[in-house]
């Protein structure tokens, strides 16, 4: 897509200073193993944003993961969804304050970027709303929005919608209008079983998703494919009826051994997971490792993963973005 900063709107409306709002949004992991760039789950890992429109310019104040890296001017994600929303219903602001709270790893698989799109455009959503233009995004809205900046929607839909996702793209199906890109992102939520839970795996590297998609090859065997495919078809029944189907319904061959020589450690420990019986992938394009299932990992499994430079956490399936707006 095109992106659009803060000096390129010229708007039908300016927002009043003043308003706010409030998001909060969970991390998600994408893939889920053989579900490559279709399947993806919210896990209960949350940024917060605090929003108000100001009289001109934009500040960004960050705590927490990034901290120390992502820009504190328009060019920050965050604002620049907020940017992209106020857009989509011919207005902007005349000024922006962000207060960003992260809890999501950068760069560790667990959709950082895909979570800053969505609080960005829940929250331009909020300010909307406050100012009377217009009802909220609705969750196709939401999703086939934060889906621009990824480019598929795996990640954003889980974020937008919660729980685990089922995602797909129809090429040439948005044309006209003020949209910078010709494809429809569509995604459809599924009620996790309440027995699921998820463990990651967090490392000190980290990865660019660019860099590991690069390393896929451009066909592979029709027996991997069909391996996927029946495998991703399990998935579904995994998450939502039968997580004893877990770890057969996670296992890939189309893009996780192919990444391999660009996280050593991270392939080690999703096997040495899987043959103690627990149901690991990388997490998205890693180099986290995330294990769903029944159950609780094992204190030696845990120790393992310590040994290899990873940080264990229990997350919760987690619910979509939430978004007030008002006195926030």
């Given amino acids: 897509m095109t992106e659009q900063t803060f000096r390129d709107i010229e708007p039908g409306l300016v927002l009043p200073v003043g308003l706010s709002a409030r998001v909060r949004v969970p991390a998600s992991s994408a893939n889920l193993g053989p579900g490559f760039d279709c399947l993806g789950i919210a896990l209960g890992i949350y940024d917060e944003l605090i929003v108000e429109t100001t009289a001109g310019g934009v500040e960004v104040e960050v705590t927490g993961e990034g901290a120390e890296d992502v820009p504190r001017d328009e060019t920050h994600l965050v604002a620049r969804a907020i940017v992209r929303g106020l857009a989509t219903a011919g207005a902007a602001a005349p000024g922006l304050k962000l207060r960003c709270i992260n809890a999501i790893p950068h760069s560790r698989g667990l959709g950082s970027s895909a979570a800053a799109a969505v609080s960005g455009l829940a929250a331009a959503s909020g300010l909307l709303v406050e100012a009377g233009v217009r009802g909220p995004f609705d969750d196709a809205e939401l999703v086939q929005l934060s889906s621009e900046f990824e480019g598929h929607p795996d990640n954003a839909a889980a974020s937008v919608l919660g729980s685990a996702v089922v995602t797909w793209t129809e090429s040439g199906a948005v044309n006209g209008g003020d949209r910078d890109t010709a494809d429809r992102y569509s995604a459809r939520r599924l009620v996790v079983h309440p027995d699921i839970t998820a463990t990651v795996f967090v490392p000190d590297t980290e990865s660019s998703t660019s860099f590991t998609r690069g390393l896929l090859p451009d066909e592979v065997p029709r027996s991997d494919a069909v391996f996927n495919v029946s495998r991703a078809a399990l998935a579904?029944?995994?998450?939502?009826?039968?997580?004893?189907?877990?770890?057969?319904?996670?296992?890939?061959?189309?893009?996780?051994?192919?990444?391999?020589?660009?996280?050593?450690?991270?392939?080690?420990?999703?096997?040495?997971?899987?043959?103690?019986?627990?149901?690991?992938?990388?997490?998205?394009?890693?180099?986290?490792?995330?294990?769903?299932?029944?159950?609780?990992?094992?204190?030696?499994?845990?120790?393992?993963?310590?040994?290899l430079g990873f940080v264990p956490a229990t997350a919760a399936i987690a619910g979509g973005v939430e978004v007030t707006h008002g006195r926030v």
């Fill in 236 to 307: 579904v029944v995994a998450l939502t009826a039968d997580p004893a189907a877990l770890c057969a319904a996670t296992e890939d061959r189309l893009h996780q051994d192919y990444r391999a020589e660009a996280m050593v450690p991270t392939l080690e420990l999703v096997r040495a997971l899987r043959a103690r019986g627990y149901a690991a992938t990388v997490s998205g394009a890693g180099p986290t490792v995330l294990v769903l299932g029944a159950g609780q990992v094992s204190a030696e499994a845990r120790e393992l993963a310590v040994g």
